[in-house]
């Protein structure tokens, strides 16, 4: 969910027509970490290979069933878990209409507003929003007027913006480091990936299409980024390299395929597909560490869940879902 776009059934992103899909046990840990690998070792798939997106087979994880985590009965999005995983912070209504980044504890208790703009919104992004390091979170706002990027510490204090002009910048995410910051940005008049240092200077553009790139997610290795785009016709991943620019495609199929964000060893990523079922949107996790791995389905149904969020220790997934008839935080365990 970002700014301008109220999230619900075929959600919509800043009110451009078109965003997610249509609808929208402490048995073991997770697979070690592989070692360094140039680039995070992507790989990109083509063509023929298109049915290992549509047959969801592979079986790593074992989810439980999913638990509802906020009840508010507004509209409670994009859960963004803190470094430690004791607290989540989400985007919501429930104040004064307008989105506010909120927080609670990880089980659902003292739900408190980090941002208060009445009649501006504030929306964070899930996946590396939050920096260990400085305990500043990274969000998209409409307080200055324009839709800019700010930062704020994690009780509330010390906003600052980063970017300050007429350019629509929007789902910034910390770099590992927390010294830049990625973001998505309608500057030249195109929906590109930037990068910005966390002070404001050495603003570089990293995409360059005529197609959509969205909702970039710095790899925990720091070497690439995660994003979601429709160059090829429908909403697919991708990740660019972070110095280079090299691009690979990481998932295909007719499936739509968005929300996108890494597990703390950059093994995995989990995202929002409408494969596997009739109309909604389901989560999924995909091994971007092995050639033609196939995702596995965590969440099952034809409601929509959507913007997945890792845990830092890796055994669940916060997602935003309507399958309550509202869309409130969910979570699911994934063994």
Not at 24 to 48: I, K
Not at 267 to 288: E, M, P, Q
């Amino acid at each position: 969910m970002t700014l301008g776009a109220c999230c619900c059934v075929g959600v919509l992103r800043y009110g451009e027509g078109d965003g997610r899909p249509a609808g929208e046990h402490n048995v073991r840990d997770l697979p070690p970490p592989l070692e360094a690998r140039a680039q995070d070792q992507q790989t990109s798939y083509d063509g023929a290979q298109d049915a290992r997106h549509d047959l969801l087979d592979a079986q790593v994880f074992r989810p439980g069933p999913p638990r509802r985590l906020t009840t508010d009965g507004e509209s409670d999005q994009n859960p963004l878990f803190s470094p430690s995983g004791a607290q989540i912070a989400f985007s919501t209504r429930r104040a004064h209409g307008s989105f506010d980044i909120w927080l609670m504890d990880a089980d659902g208790n003292n739900a408190t507003p980090l941002t208060s703009l009445a009649n501006h919104d504030a929306v964070n992004l899930p996946g590396s929003a939050w920096c260990a390091k400085t305990n500043r979170i990274v969000y998209s706002s409409d307080a200055s007027g324009q839709e800019n990027l700010w930062t704020i510490k994690a009780d509330g204090s010390g906003a600052k913006m980063l970017t300050d002009g007429p350019s629509l910048d929007r789902e910034p995410t910390w770099s590992p480091s927390c010294d830049r910051v990625v973001f998505q940005s309608k500057r030249d008049d195109n929906w590109d990936i930037y990068v910005i240092r966390a002070d404001g200077t050495q603003l570089r553009r990293l995409t360059n299409d005529s197609a959509k790139d969205w909702a970039p997610n710095w790899s925990p290795a720091g070497e690439t980024i995660l994003f979601q785009s429709k160059r090829s016709g429908r909403w697919k991943l991708y990740t660019v390299a972070a110095n280079s620019g090299l691009l690979h495609q990481i998932t295909t199929g007719s499936s739509e395929d968005t929300d996108c964000s890494w597990s703390r060893d950059g093994r995995y990523v989990v995202y929002s597909t409408d494969a596997g079922g009739n109309g909604g949107a389901r989560i999924a996790i995909l091994d971007v560490t092995t050639p033609l791995a196939t995702p596995q389905l965590i969440t099952q149904g034809d409601d929509y869940d959507g913007a997945p969020c890792w845990s830092p220790s890796g055994r669940t997934i916060a997602f935003e879902s309507n399958r309550s008839g509202n869309l409130d935080i969910w979570l699911v365990d994934l063994w």
